[in-house]
């Protein structure tokens, strides 16, 4: 148990649907990423929240949202869901910024979009 | 196009059998990272690298950086089935503070 935790674990639901998947990362990390997995991408960075403020930006579509809140959870938002955003999303969380810090992942929410 | 090429894509070997699963790139990481990961499941770390050169021990895995920190290797010694995953090597640049790129993967099985 990585001490992260993501609610639901799965979900599906219709093209053109919005989601929100939740992300708690562990006790005392500032930071939270989330990430996308799919069989042809791979493990895709998505987003980086330290203490509130997005901080580094990857491959996330217009159609996708991340905010951190105060209690330092985030949500990730998908919105007009298409059939290829089907994936496996994972959170992150380390105690600091820098890319050198370990990163401990949560168990993920595998999105079906039918 | 993948920044951190992986190779092999897919090992199946025999428990007690060696194996070496290779991390590559033409950039410079700060620092670099070996995840496995099981079906369904998030990432696990195993171990973090960050000087070239380094050498780092974890029971039976061997981990290497490459002394220009352009590649790395993990290594396994008697291997067990419970070593059966996938294997991630993720990179760390000077510029792209938390941005992890991440390898494709080694999936690995090992058989009783």
């Known amino acids: 148990d990585s001490g992260v935790t993501q609610t639901p674990k799965h979900l599906i639901t219709a093209t053109g649907q919005r989601v929100t998947l939740r992300c708690s990362p562990r006790s005392g990390d500032l930071s939270v990423y989330w990430y996308q997995q799919s069989l042809d991408q791979g493990l895709q960075f998505l987003i980086q929240?330290?203490?509130?403020?997005?901080?580094a930006k990857g491959n996330i579509l217009e159609r996708f949202s991340a905010q951190q809140f105060p209690d330092l959870h985030s949500e990730l938002n998908l919105s007009s869901l298409e059939l290829g955003d089907s994936a496996l999303y994972f959170c992150?969380?380390?105690?600091?910024?820098?890319?050198?810090?370990?990163?401990?992942f949560g168990p993920g929410t595998r999105l079906t979009v039918l | 196009t993948q920044l951190l090429e992986q190779s092999p894509q897919f090992l199946s070997i025999q428990e007690g059998e060696n194996l070496t699963v290779y991390c590559n790139s033409s950039s410079v990481f700060s620092s670099l990272q070996w995840y496995r990961q099981e079906p369904g499941e998030g990432p696990v770390l195993l171990v973090t690298v960050v000087t070239g050169g380094e050498v780092k021990k974890l029971k039976r895995l061997t981990f290497q950086f490459g002394d220009a920190r352009k590649d790395s290797s993990l290594h396994i010694t008697a291997a067990q089935p419970g070593d059966t995953g996938l294997y991630l090597c993720?990179?760390?640049?000077?510029?792209?503070?938390?941005?992890?790129?991440f390898g494709a993967g080694t999936q690995v099985v090992v058989t009783p």
């Open positions: 993720a990179g760390a640049r000077g510029d792209s503070w938390g941005k992890l790129q």
């Open positions: 992150a969380s380390s105690v600091g910024l820098a890319g050198r810090n370990e990163q401990f």
């Open positions: 929240y330290y203490n509130g403020e997005e901080r």
